[in-house]
């Protein structure tokens, strides 16, 4: 029997790298009954941490699922990574829940990935509750955390608790609505009165959360300044309706570590967040007539499931997490995936408890669960009915970053390796791999260095191959400032049939980010028509492989409007080579540079460490475009040149005694300063002429 659809909350956790998301899980798990110890994200003991890298790392790297019932409801928790290489994780977490829980930690307050995050949970337009944890370390501080979130987060924020107590003296929370405190005395939540000296402050916030239900309502509104006050019921079902809508979002206290503020989170999610059924019809596409088409989250309807993750092992084989919208999916079916044309067989399904699984005969709506040895499915792919087919919307995964390149240890290992990356990249929608002919190496991308450092140790621990990571690859880009008008001639004469082609070009760059556009503007065939996508895959061609220094060519302008053409001698090839010809002249005559990727880079420093972190970002070619400071804290934030942020880790461990942190993501591309261009071009001509 499937769940009932009306008791299923699916709810992701997100936020900023370590603020105590697994660990909330965690607690959650144990304070419902589904585990009997609560495990340690330091101990590498958590349900949803079990990967061996996140344990030997102590952070999560990739979205794990976890169940639990409460009060009669099923619980899923889609507990996902924070740190901004796997972040994309989250993005994909949260395209399956119907709310969000956004940790935010109680020193450090909003951070780099909470903004990120919150992006995402606006893009699916999720109701969500921010939790503010680990109210129990030293410097902690509710009010100034919510602070922080009110001038950071666009969004209304409404505390419906406030704390008892402070830093290890951190044991409660104070309930606004209920005017009661929850206090932890020996591990037992008891209900007692608000303590007098939190008394007067949670009056104060009573009142700011009484004003926050009656702004939601005209009518309401209007009673509130009318009469000073409007009834608890009254404020009850305001507060409801305005979360539930994601008008308004509460903000909790606790201390996932200690406990603290677990069930009243709980029955937020419970009372307040929507059931799959509340979230209704899905859209998307019929592959067939390529119409719209929706499914209604009834079990009897046609199957539409999503699979949002992937998991490749060498032993187990290939897991694929998924969440059904509609229809049932049972054991030992068959199913469609809709996104590919294929049928996929379904073997044993199951509940997902961390790396455990539970196994169940069938998944109705709502309900999230796993399956094994799906063949070619993918993430992001729709499993459906073969005689009514749906694709639903995918998951968007950001494109690589960053490149290295790998060696293998031991020689002959290459086909093992690109193996193991294969089988890695089923599983990181972004993780890529080429063999770069020019330098003849092996290049890895992913998000940025830690993703791929842990790739590397994965294909050592799961794959058995070992390799050696090379320094980054930066990936530079080329383009033109100026503009040039050239003949491309391609002529050969040789015995029998001779070849011949040629053609005017005029290069023009184009604003940044525009790509490449090729203008057709031939009157009276002095190139046949026939020929006219031979010089443009000529062009192309010519760009894809680079003319400066190797790397692709971008933003610019190809203009074909003359040439001429032998009866016998002219073909595609002969065309293809006089565009190359004249492209590789063109561009060296229109001003050619180089453009590199600029990092968003944000850095949160002890504030006495502000001046040389800003010292050094600038000595990187870093331009400051922000400082806010956060207690005694300091957020800097900056652009800087991919190029200079390399070895940017220890550098910021060193300034600043291992008390900093960043983090940073792609931004633009801009052009190399001449004499650092000239290095990287020099570099690349060496690196060719290598034997
Ligand atoms: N003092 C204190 N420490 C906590 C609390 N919650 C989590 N921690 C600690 O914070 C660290 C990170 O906790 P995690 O639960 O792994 O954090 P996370 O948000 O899941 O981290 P990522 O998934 O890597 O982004 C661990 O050392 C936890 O023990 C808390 O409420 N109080
Ligand atoms: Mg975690």
Redesign the pocket.
Known sequence: MALDIAKIRNIGFV??????????V?AILFACGATTRIG???DGT?TT?FDPDEIKR???LSTAVAFCDYKGVRLNLV?????GDFVADARAGLRVVSAAVV?VDAVAGVQVQTEKVWKFANEYALPRVVVI?????ERADFFRTLESLQKRLKARLAPFQIPVGSEAGFTGVVDLIAMKALVTVDGKVRETEIPGEAMETAKAYREKLAEAAAETDDELLTKYLEEGAIGEAEMLDALRKAVFQGALVPVLA?????GIGILPLLDLILKEFPSPADQGDVEGVDPRGKNPATRTPDPRAPLSALVFKTISDPHVGKLSLFRVYSGTVKSDSQVFNSTRDIKERVGHLGWLQGKAQKPVESLGPGEIGVVAKLKDTLTGDTLSDEAAPVILPGIAFPEPAISFAIQPKSRGDEDKISTALQRMEEEDPTLRHHFDPETKQLLVSGIGQLHVEVVVERMKRKYNVDVTLLPPRIPYKETVKGRSEVQGKYKKQTGGRGQYGDVWLKVEPLGRGSGFEFVDDIFGGSVPRNYIPSVEKGVRECMKRGILAGYPVVDLKVTLYDGSYHDVDSSDMAFQIAASMGLQKGFMEARPCLLEPIMNVEVAAPADHAGDVIGDLNGRRGRIVGMEPEGDVVAVRAQVPMAEMLTYESSLRSMTGGRGGYSMEFSHYDEVPGQLAEKVVAAAKAEKEKP
């Open positions: 936020g900023h790298g370590g603020v105590g998301k697994t660990s909330l965690e340690r994200a330091d958590t941490d102590k952070i999560s507990d996902t990574p924070g740190y940790v944890n680990r109210l129990d370390r606790a201390s996932a570590t200690r």
